[in-house]
């Protein structure tokens, strides 16, 4: 790709055990929501795969597509370097060492469910992540405030989901055109 | 498709159906897997009784604790329960193959657009 006419130096240096070792990296310092400093600060600061500038564009192309935002950054980053493989090799760099650790605790969790008090921890873990979740769309909400359009779209979204309770397929199959044309046409008319 | 007897197909059937339906529903988790949650909840507990509402909520919270991509631990973790190894795999896959494959193309053509604009 651009990126090895421009700098062959990096392109030999991030081979797919690089890739590989560098998203695991991230993924098992990223405990609860911050893998994000770490996915910046293996791909930005200790490695320079990016610049911060790229860094901040791809991340923004990740959380514009759907699903989930590491591991799209994960073959975003492994594909700019090392093609499908280099995807692959990122991926699984970010997912396998975790999800291991996941299912040995899943495990753990099937012995000791019935215990009342690792319910309750449980209980109080998953209300503070939830708000966290609540507090992510709240963000994203308020920083919308100028735009009555993007609320109202919003509002719609909302009432379609949790009023009506049609299929969420059905809502953004519905209302994503609508509010595509919406901006379209503010743009023109600017 | 080719129908296996016994209880083995029934699992692995099982674990399909729960895969397709989270590649189905990841094409449209703009901003993330917890826009898809409710959804998910009423697929996973409601619909198909694969696991009960303190379980769903149990695997919510356990993979918070876990480090990595959390959403797809959950989901593997409920994968899990639905069909074992084969299950937790094709749960992770599921919910990641449709977004990093339109995440591959879309990469290549925006970084093609990119530097032909000259930036």
């Known amino acids: ?190 | 498709m080719v129908k296996v007897a016994g209880a083995v197909s029934d699992v692995s059937g099982s674990s399909l159906t729960f895969s397709a339906h989270l590649a189905g529903l990841s094409v449209i988790s703009f901003g993330g897997i917890p826009v898809i949650l409710p959804e998910l909840h009423q697929l996973i507990v409601v619909t198909h009784g694969w696991v009960s509402d303190a379980e769903f909520s149990d695997f919510f919270a356990l993979s918070q604790i876990v480090p990595g991509p959390n959403f797809v631990f959950m989901l593997s973790l409920i994968g899990w329960k639905v069909g074992g190894a084969f299950g937790a795999i094709g749960a992770a896959l599921g919910v990641t193959g449709p977004p990093c494959a339109l995440t591959f193309f879309g990469f290549r053509l925006w970084h093609r657009f990119m530097t032909r604009r000259g930036g």
């Open chain 1, 1 to 190: 790709m651009v990126l090895a006419a421009e700098q062959p130096d990096i392109v030999a240096r991030v081979t797919l055990s690089a890739l590989f070792a560098g998203f695991l990296k991230a993924a098992l310092c990223g405990f609860g929501g911050a893998l994000l400093p770490w996915a910046r600060r293996v791909i930005v600061e200790e490695r320079r795969w990016m610049s911060e500038a790229e860094f901040a564009d791809t991340l923004s192309l990740c959380q514009f597509l759907p699903g989930v935002n590491f591991a799209n950054l994960a073959v975003c980053v492994g594909s700019k370097f090392r093609g499908p493989l280099g995807a692959v090799a990122a991926f699984l760099g970010l997912t396998l060492t975790p999800l291991t650790i996941a299912v040995v605790i899943g495990a753990g969790y099937l012995q000791v469910a019935h215990f009342a008090v690792v319910q309750r921890v449980l209980g109080g873990i998953s209300g503070a992540a939830a708000g966290l979740v609540i507090a992510a769309a709240f963000r994203m909400l308020t920083s919308q405030y100028r735009h009555p359009v993007a609320l109202l779209f919003a509002a719609l979204a909302f009432s379609g989901i949790v009023l009506t309770h049609l299929p969420l397929t059905l809502v953004v199959a519905g209302l994503a055109p609508l509010s595509i044309g919406a901006s379209w046409l503010r743009w023109r008319a600017r």
